[in-house]
């Protein structure tokens, strides 16, 4: 059934356009070579993706700074796998990663296609947790940014989504009001939730095959889209 009244959508970006997952095992391939860190990528990435998750529900919740997770996700996971590495090539693999995570430009498929077909219809932007210096460089490198009127990011509104303050900042942004307003993102908690309680409509994006609840409009692929929009 087609959403009636929407003006403006609004996207996460990291696993919703962005293939955070791609372009996040190159840069590690891409600095553990520079660095001559002789671990298994592949090893590395099985304990680091969900301590990494762990650490950005954390960020969220203003429990850990965004030094202590840039820094926390890469000591527990090697620690996870019993490689020693000292704390100074930790701090320079943090670096390094943000440097070249943003230099791989992969997409989730069906991003560019279903920006295509809503860039006409609707005013398009971006509500991300990520940091600020990274997402605009993911998106020029990936080749999307001109499909967007306005980012919002967390450093920019002061607060992570799902606050309700990072919404109302992303309004304001745009110059749209909640009701004529779309959350499309892979988050539950963060996107989906956090959107409907300020009054947006919202598309939850389950590429994971979670359990939503069942009111909730949900996604599997994003070209499928085009049956609410």
């Known amino acids: 059934m087609k959403i009636k009244d929407i003006k403006h959508i609004f996207f996460d970006l990291d696993h919703t356009l962005w293939d955070f997952d791609k372009n996040s095992s190159l840069a590690f391939d891409k600095i553990f070579k520079l660095h001559n860190v002789t671990v298994n990528t592949t090893d590395f990435l ?10 950005w ?27 020693e590495v000292s704390d100074q090539l930790i701090d320079l693999l943090s670096v390094d990663y943000i440097n070249y995570l943003t230099t791989f430009n992969h997409l989730l498929k069906g991003s560019i296609e279903i920006l295509q077909y809503l860039q006409p219809k609707y005013e398009l932007h971006i509500i991300t947790n990520g940091f600020e210096e990274a997402q605009i460089r993911k998106m020029n490198s990936s080749n999307i940014r001109h499909y967007f009127k306005t980012i ?19 309004l304001n942004v745009a110059n749209a009001s909640a009701h004529e307003s779309l959350m499309i993102g892979d ?19 389950n590429y994971h095959n979670h359990d939503p609840e069942p009111h909730i409009k949900e996604i599997k692929d994003l070209v499928d889209l085009k049956m609410y929009l």
Not at 46 to 55: L, Q
Not at 57 to 78: A, C, I, T
């Open 57 to 83: 529900r954390l960020y969220r919740e203003e429990k850990v700074s965004k030094s202590n997770l840039r820094y926390g996700r890469l000591k527990d996971s090697f620690d996870a796998i019993n490689f």
């Open 46 to 55: 099985s304990v680091y993706e969900p301590i990494n998750f762990d650490y």
């Open 187 to 205: 988050n539950y908690e963060a996107d989906i939730i956090g959107a409907l309680e300020v009054g947006f409509d919202a598309i939850y994006y």
């Open 152 to 170: 919002t990011n967390s450093e920019m509104a002061g607060v992570k989504k799902p606050n309700p303050i990072i919404f109302d900042f992303a």
